[in-house]
Each structure stands twice: as C-alpha cells, then as structure tokens.
C-alpha cells in the first residue's frame, strides 16, 4: 500500500537553514503536501507541489521534488523560533487533498 | 469569517461509553474527513464523504460511525466498540487536489 516516510526529528539553530527529508511509495501520486502542526492544534498546509514538477519556491520555503526516487524536501530558509512545530509530508490528490496518505511527522526544534 | 470548527477541544468518556465529536465547516466544501492522530503516529483516516448523505470507511473505522445529513456537518461517534479511543481527532474539509483545511481538533481520553 501507499506509504510515507520521514525522519522523526531534526534541530536547528535561528538563522540557519533546516532541510526536512521524506520519501513516499506511490508513483501515482499528483500532489505532494508540507503541512505544520503546532502543540495543541490542527494542521496548516504549508505548501504543495504537482508531481510534474521539480521545485516550487514560495518565500522561505523551497520545495524539491525527486520524481524518479520518489523524494521530496522542505528547505526553510533562515529558521526562527516560531517555525518550531511538526512538519508532516503527505501524498494523494487523486481525487481531493483531504484523502492523503501522511509521514510519521518531523519534530523541527529551533534553538536560539 | 470562513473555516472548520471542532468541538468540544477537549472530551472525557468512561468506559462503554459512545460520545459524538462535531465539526462544522462553512466553506461550502463537498468533501470532509475524519483523522485519528496518536502520540509520534502520522494520521490515519477514519471515514470520510465526499457528497451530502453519502460516506465511505477508512482504514481504521471500525468503532466509529459518522452521519453527513447536511453539507456543513459531519459528527463522528466513538462507540464502545471504539477499544482505544484515547487520542486526538482532526476532522478537515476539501473542495480540491490542492488544499485541505484542517480543524483544530479534539483531543479524547478515556476515564
């Protein structure tokens, strides 16, 4: 079945850049997603890209995408403290966003 | 202002117990779903419909049901059957491939 995989945590400190990794199973999937859960809350998408595509870039964030060995990252340019959260990676789109199949989570702490 | 609203934030069940969660969303989406989220654990579908009247198991459904009698509302209901219910729920809605708005969750425990 369809499956997603992402490292559990990564820590970086304000200013720099931070490079969240995630791997996924489905080759047909149209729509990669970045969404952000914060303590206590729900999740926010961050950022998608279409699967015919290598690279979105959207302010801070800059999403790359590996077609061929199915992998995708989220680089955050100049980290702070308020981007502290969990950042899941999901696949799906096939017939609407909210039936995706969702990564583990990646814990991104932020020290100052 | 528009979005998906779940209630309560916060719900305690004994034992046996069935409880209904709701979610509300005035975004005029067609489709919403239920996740489970467990501690470390991605999220896992519950059930999910994408018309009025009509709704489809995830994979993890047995021990809840849902009902989507108007377009806005879909309560799920954790039933006794539920044997682990202890967890946070998201309910979301879409109209897209692109996005999926999520609520901001109830968080269940068991006594």
């Known amino acids: 079945g369809e499956d997603v995989e992402q490292s559990l945590f990564l820590s970086v400190r304000e200013g720099d850049s931070s490079v969240i990794n995630c791997t996924y199973t489905?080759?047909?999937?149209?729509?990669l997603y970045w969404y952000k859960q914060e303590p206590g809350a729900g999740l926010q998408l961050l950022t998608y890209?279409?699967?015919?595509?290598d690279m979105k870039q959207d302010q801070r964030l800059t999403v790359l995408l590996n077609k061929k060995d199915k992998h995708l990252s989220l680089r955050i340019a100049d980290t702070q403290t308020g981007d502290s959260a969990i950042y899941f990676c999901?696949?799906?789109?096939?017939?609407?966003?909210?039936?995706?199949?969702f990564g583990d989570g990646t814990t991104l702490t932020v020290k100052p | 202002d528009g979005g998906i609203t779940q209630s309560p934030k916060y719900l305690f069940r004994k034992e046996g117990q069935n409880v209904t969660l709701s979610c509300e969303q005035n975004?005029?989406?067609?489709?919403m779903y239920w996740y489970r989220q467990d501690p470390g654990q991605g999220l896992r579908l519950i059930y999910y419909?994408?018309?009025?009247?009509?709704?489809q198991k995830g994979d993890i459904a047995e021990g809840y049901s849902v009902s989507r009698e108007k377009k806005e509302s879909f309560p799920l209901t954790v039933t006794s059957a539920q044997k682990n219910p202890t967890a946070f729920y998201l309910c979301?809605?879409?109209?897209?491939?692109?996005?999926?708005?999520f609520g901001q969750g109830t968080r269940l425990t068991v006594v």
């Open positions: 979301a809605s879409s109209t897209s491939q692109a996005e999926a708005f």
């Open positions: 489905d080759s047909s999937s149209t729509y």
């Open positions: 890209i279409f699967s015919n595509m």
């Open positions: 999901a696949e799906g789109g096939h017939t609407n966003a909210g039936k995706s199949t």
């Open positions: 975004l005029n989406h067609d489709a």
């Open positions: 419909s994408q018309i009025v009247n009509d709704f």
